[in-house]
């Protein structure tokens, strides 16, 4: 973030005053951008800066089909066939992030006046943060977190619209993803090398160990059967950790994992596989991004309040496949 940014950021705004603290649009945009620095899925996403509270994103797509043999001479008589042409409708909600620092934090930490400049920063990598968290797990029938509300998320929308697999308790494997690519439509698979596993931390952990260890020797058989070529895990979320039959399985520690069961029996913790296209998942950020920041005497603090409005949507529901009840091992 840019230190113009972060001026405007940490600068006294009152309410009402200096634009109510709005950030100019090219201060806007690289907010959004550092954000999204520090998330995984929201960062590979489709990310569409929008001017208004809502939009509509054109699509594209044709059928299984559309060639037919000619005949000279004579029609084909196909008139039915061709591209269709939709709509995406992205909606956003208005979201809050509030802060506070008192006037001895400001004074006595060995930053000194720095610090203000550090919460920043820290807040902002922490609304990206939440911002990821709902736009996975969002569903608007939750009543244990308000935040969940806001909107349902990629997942919720998947497995409304979406290919449902049900693992029905079973423990992350190549089946899983086996069960997964054979649920995909075939002519997805066309891209086949643009598709990715999306999955949580846990089911990953679970995946290297029963890939890792044959007897008491360790073996990194993701590379060498699935795979072809060795090549370590990089450790890191976000990263691809194996492959599964070719396709990486990315780490996203945001996706639930401690969902109970669906089907008949369940017990323990439950996440989930995800399997599409990075760019399937759409993520709309209205380009105002509001930041007020005021002093309070009898507190004797500075209360920053953030304001942004977001919504997500799924380009393509028939190229996401969900397998669901996963189970977590304890």
Known sequence: MSNELLQKVIDTTTVGADGGGLLKPEQSNRFIDYMFD??????????IRMRSDT?????????EKLMVLATEGASTG?????ATFTKVSLTTKKLRLDWELSSESLEDNIEGADLEDHIARLMATQAGNDIEDLAINGDTTLTSDNLYKAFDGFRKLALNGGQVVDAAGASISKATFNSALKA???????????LRFFTGSNLVQD????????????????????RGNPAAPEGNPGGVIPFAFGIPVVEVP???ETRTGTYSGASGQHGEVHLTFPQ???VGIKRDVTVYREFKPKKDTIEYTLYIRVGVAVENLDSFVVVKNVKVAS
Do not use: C, H
Not at 38 to 47: C, K, N, S
């Open 78 to 82: 196909q008139t039915d066939r061709g």
């Open 38 to 47: 520090a998330t995984i899925l929201t960062r590979v996403a489709r990310t």
């Open 254 to 256: 945001l996706i639930d």
């Open 55 to 63: 939009t509509e994103i054109d699509k594209v797509g044709v059928g």
């Open 280 to 282: 399937n998942f759409i």
């Open 207 to 226: 995946y290297l160990y029963n890939l890792t260890t044959v007897g008491s020797t360790p073996e990194d058989i993701a590379s060498s059967i699935l």
């Open 184 to 194: 995909m439509p075939r002519k997805y698979k066309q891209r086949r090398n643009q």
